[in-house]
Structure formats: C-alpha cells, structure tokens
C-alpha cells in the first residue's frame, strides 16, 4: 500500500450518496498547535502494536493516535483517534511523501518507509517485550515502552517530530521538563519519560523538533511509561535494542505454532494479531484494542471492546486451536474460573476486565469529539450487567474441544463446567438480550437457545467428568427439549428459515452457528433455505450484516457463512468468498468490527479478535471440509490434538 500524503491535510470522506455535515467533517481537521498537526488516519490506516499488556495504533502518516499504557483499558496519553486535542506523537517526512509499511519478520513490529522527492527514510515502532522473554513468557512483564527508529535509506530526507501527550483521555495536559537529556512528562497518576538524540523544543504541553535523516543515519526514540506513584522511574532501553528483542521474541512465539491448513499466511496472521491482544499477566484475551470507534460514522452506536467476553474467550479458543496455539488452554479455562467466582442464582456473568474486574459501567467522556464526530465517546461498557444465555454453550463447547488439554481438570474448572450446565436447565426457556448484547428487550433468541442445547449437549458427553449420573440424565432431558423448541419454534414457515428469535419474521446471522455447533448439519433442507434466505438479503459483495438495518457487513458474520458453505460441501464457493474477504483486511493484514457494504470503509473497534478469530476458524472450516468430501481424515494442525466430534 503507498499513499501520498500531504501536511497537514485532511483526508477525503468515502464516496457515499450522503453529505457530511460540515461539523463533523471538521473534526477530523488539525488545529495547528505545536508543530505540524498531521491528519489522523482511518481506521484501516492504522497497524498495530502489541506488548502484552496494552496496544498503540500507528498510522500510516507516522503518527500514534492511540496508546494505553497501563493496560488496555487504562485511559490514554496519546487519544487523537477520539479527538484531535486527546494526544498523538507524529514522526514524519517534512512536505509531501508516500508511505508504504510492513511487519518485520512476522513479528507486531512495524516499519513504515517514507518516499520522498529527496530521498527515502524508514520509521520502525514496537512496543517492548521484556528482555529475553521467549515463547510462551512473552508479555508476562512487558516493560511498558514504546520505541521508534528513524533510518536514512537513500538521500537526505528533512524530518518533523510533534510529542503531544495528554493524560487520561486527552483531560489532562503535563508541564514538559527536560533532565540529563530526558523529557519528562507527569500530571496525576501517569509519568512519561522520552529519550532521544534529537533536538526538541517546547510550548504548550508539547514538544517539536527538525532533523535531516540521510541515508546511513539513525535516530532514537524510547518513551517509557510508569505510575506516578509507583516508585520505579520509567524505563529507558535503547530503542534499538526494543525493535530487536521485540521481533525475536515475536518471532519465537510464532516458531511455536505451524498451522498445516489451508490459508496458511492469513491464519499465522490473524493468530499473531489475537495473541497480541493477550493480556499477558493473566491470559485474557480483549475484544478489541479501541473504545468508542463507530458502528456507523456520525452515530451514536460507539462502545468499549477493551475487555474479555466470555463469548470471545471461547472462540478464541477454538481459533487457537486451529492455528495449531492450544498450550494454554488450562491456564485459559483457570482464568475464567476464577474470574467467575462461585456462581450462585444469577445469570453467568459474561464479560470481565483483564484481570476478572466484574463492575465495568459505563460512561461518557463528554470533552471528546469522537472519531469522525461520533458521539458519544464511551469508556466501560454496560452489557456487563445483561443475561446472554449463549455464553453458557460457548464456554463447554470451548471445554469439550479442548478437553485433552484439561485432562487432569482442575477441580475449579470442573465445578465451572458442571455450574454452567446446571444454569443451562435452568434458564434456556427465558429471554436474553442475545449474542448482540440488545439493549431495547430481552427476546428468545434462537441462537441462545441453540447454544444452551451445545452447554448441555457437551455436558452430556462430559459425562462422569463434571457430573454424577443423575445430573447426566437431566442434562440429556434438558437437551432434548432445547431442540425441540428450537425445531418447531425457531422455524419460520413464512420467510423459509430459521429466523433471529421464536415468533419472529426478522434474520439474524447468528443463526449461522446452527451447523457449526452440530444442532443442524448444513446440508440439512431448512438449514441450507436458512443459509440461502440470509445470503440473499443480507449480504453484498460478501460482505453479511447482521439483521436488516445493520449499518455495515459484521466480519464475522460473513466468515460464519464460509463456514455453512463449506460444512455443505460447497467448496468453491466458500473458497471465493473466503478470498474476497481476506482481500478486505488492510494492507497490514487487519480487520476491524465491521465494513461499509457501500464504500469499503472499516468501521468499529480495532483491531477486533472477533473478526481474526472468524478467519482462522473458516480455514480450519474449508481445510476440515476438503479433507472430509476426498474421504480423508480430517485434517488437525500441529500440536493440536483429534477431538472426534468437536466443533470449532
């Protein structure tokens, strides 16, 4: 990908028979502060950078609209995804240039190369692992440091620096200081420190300088984070050091894991980018690395994906699995046993902090202007509080695909398992707000109800392992009656399929999971007019909303559809739709939420798990189904083990 770019500009809005109004296409212009104000990038504009603990988004004009340090739901020092004012740190050729970028060695270290009319230059970012952590320890201790290297690659290209934090969301300016040549940065409970050989001056809460890049030369850059209060300064490792230690230690988790499948390329990606979204210390994945990126531009539908679901957690499983990365899935299922607690008579809770926080309200940040002037900005995300009956399938399905691996179980684990079965008899009959998380009424959604069948259906054949015979017996009693209301209900004679919830005439793409959780097999005559009606009217150039009126195609949606196609045995057609939508990543092979139907346009948090995970599971899908109609056994990654009758 090579864009041209000028500074400071702003960029074009997608073609779309709508206007902008003017107000917000203003929100996406600089200010002119301090230095060259450079346009904050797309969504798809931005790679990602991961070190365990937190993400930093780097766009394609050299800038880091979005860094967390603490953690990935920590507040912001650098916000301007969110708001120009909330902070960015930009690094970029004087005049105009185009950039092109790449990963380094398939490691989340990302180098950008600037072409200029005088000469080419290269920025290389990463956030750091710490020294020497290899393989599975990578992430456990990240030092909390972003590093980027500046090198002259041919002629003498003139440079511009703009540091610009701003602590808790863009609120908070810091006075800069400089000592023994760092610049140091503190206001409330956060600290930065910034380390560099160049020059800088300051105004106004940030700090610009020039310098001529020429070919040969090198320039350093490592900002260090650490808790005001803590302690412990900021650690300052030469940024040199960072990128190398960095990409080694990528790079030997990568060594780890061979998917043998099909798609090879796309799925060690994807793996790559859900484990960089692995909150190291305790094994959680987040949904996403952003907050508050819109649905649709200009709405209103703008929340906080930085948290684990246990929806997610048991998908991400499952995609691991795939990819050939099943090593910690005791410590996976330990974490959300704990997370959980003892659970009593409320429902499953079905969403944590990384480290099992339950109470995430929710809340407006009032002072930002949204991404694209998307109101409002939201941090904490309310549907922790809703019951989602689904949860309960995903998180045995999860269990039973990865048993060998749970074998000794812990006996936390087991009382999890045996917990969430219970709660499955219990509660399949009443209304949820569903996988999509409604927050108008809770409805009997057929895919919460398929999905507390798939709970007891894998307690069943858990069998003496998390139940006594008698609690076996009301779980297969339990299971009988689920399908049977999901047979007679959930049908729609009217529109010819399996539709979004009993008594409904609306779709739903989530009944898509009917096939992959073994409740239907896809080539079953209502299943496969249910496959046919959702394509029809739901999907465009591949790409599948989720109900009629969803503003965008939902990634994953449409990688459930490969999955129907090819479960049906139709190979090629789930072949060509799986490439059109692995040509949709961005050039760094990244996916957001959602994508505009209309315009291409990547919309929603990102990077988002959901989508990857989507990927990695409907390659596993086409290569399991090609081995399966050439009566070969199916093929199973390396590492991972045969799990006769599993799902993922």
């Known amino acids: 990908m090579s864009i041209l770019l000028r500074q400071p500009a702003a960029f074009p809005w997608p073609a779309s028979g709508n206007a902008r109004p003017a107000a917000i296409r203003q929100a996406w212009r600089g200010r002119g502060r301090v230095g060259t104000t450079v346009r904050t990038g797309r969504i798809s504009e931005h790679g990602f950078l991961a070190d365990g603990r937190s993400a930093a988004l780097v766009d394609t004009g050299g800038a880091v609209n979005w860094w967390c340090p603490a953690r990935f739901d920590g507040p912001s020092v650098f916000g301007r995804l969110l708001d120009d004012d909330a902070g960015h740190w930009a690094i970029h050729p004087e005049g105009d240039f185009t950039s092109s970028r790449s990963y380094l060695d398939e490691a989340l ?73 760092v610049i140091g940065a503190t206001a409330g409970a956060c600290r930065l420190e910034l380390r560099t050989d160049v020059p800088l001056t300051f105004a106004d809460g940030a700090a610009a300088g020039r310098f001529t890049a020429r070919a040969g030369s090198a320039h350093h850059f490592t900002l260090g984070y650490a808790p005001t209060y803590a302690g412990d300064a900021p650690v300052l490792p030469d940024a040199a050091d960072v990128v190398a230690g960095t990409v080694a230690g990528w790079r030997s988790w990568m060594d780890l894991h061979d998917y043998l499948g099909e798609y090879r390329d796309q799925v060690r990606r994807s793996a790559l980018v859900v484990q960089g979204m692995t909150y190291g210390p305790s094994g959680a994945v987040v949904a996403a690395a952003t907050t508050a990126l819109p649905e649709r531009l200009g709405g209103d539908r703008n929340y906080d994906y930085r948290f684990v679901w246990l929806r997610d957690f048991s998908l991400t499983l499952q995609a691991l699995w795939r990819a050939a990365c099943p090593d910690e899935a005791d410590r996976q299922f330990t974490w959300v046993a704990r997370a959980m607690g003892r659970l009593g008579d409320a429902p499953a809770p079905i969403m944590y902090g990384v480290e099992g926080e339950r109470d995430l309200t929710e809340h407006d940040l009032d002072h930002l202007a949204g991404y694209g002037g998307s109101r409002p900005v939201v941090v904490g995300n309310d549907a922790w509080r809703q019951r989602q009956n689904d949860v309960l399938g995903e998180v045995l399905d999860a269990a039973w695909l990865m048993r060998h691996y749970l074998d000794p179980m812990s006996s936390e684990v087991c009382h999890l398992l045996h917990t969430l079965a219970d709660q499955a008899v219990r509660d399949w009959h009443r209304p949820d707000s569903g996988m999509w998380e409604a927050r108008d009424a809770e409805r009997h959604y057929l895919s919460s109800k398929v999905q507390c069948w798939t709970a007891l259906d894998r307690a069943v054949r858990f069998g003496p392992r998390i139940g006594q015979p008698a609690d076996v017996a009301r779980w297969a009693a339990a299971r009988d009656e689920v399908r049977a209301a999901v047979l007679t209900q959930g049908w729609n004679e009217r529109v010819g399929a399996y539709t979004g919830a009993f008594d409904s005439d609306d779709l739903d793409a989530s009944v898509l999971i009917m096939p992959m959780v073994g409740f239907l097999p896809a080539a079953d005559p209502r299943m496969r007019a249910t496959v046919d009606v959702i394509e029809r009217r739901l999907s465009r150039d591949g790409l599948l909303r989720r109900w009629d009126g969803d503003p965008a195609g939902f990634v994953i949606c449409s990688f459930w559809l490969v999955g129907c196609l090819a479960e049906a045995g139709e190979l090629d057609r789930a072949r060509r739709l799986f490439e059109q939508l692995a040509a949709r990543t961005n050039d760094l092979g990244l996916y957001a939420e959602q994508i505009d139907q209309a315009t291409g346009e990547q919309l929603g948090n990102f990077p988002q798990a959901f989508s990857h995970i989507g990927l990695i599971n409907a390659a596993g899908r086409i290569t399991d189904a090609a081995a399966r109609f050439a009566h070969e056994r199916p093929a199973v990654p390396t590492g991972a083990a045969r799990t006769e009758g599993a799902t993922g």
């Not at 200029?116 to 956030?127: K, Q």
């Not at 690659?153 to 969301?169: C, K």
């Open 109 to 181: 270290v990302l180098r950008t190369v600037f072409t200029t009319a005088t000469g080419t230059v290269s920025v290389t970012d990463a956030l750091a692992l710490e020294p020497g952590a290899r393989g599975h320890d990578i992430g456990m201790r990240s030092p909390r440091v972003l590093a980027r290297v500046v090198q002259g690659l041919d002629g003498a290209v003139p440079m511009r620096v703009h540091y610009a934090p701003r602590f808790e969301y863009g609120r908070v300016g810091a006075y800069l200081t400089e000592h023994d040549g």
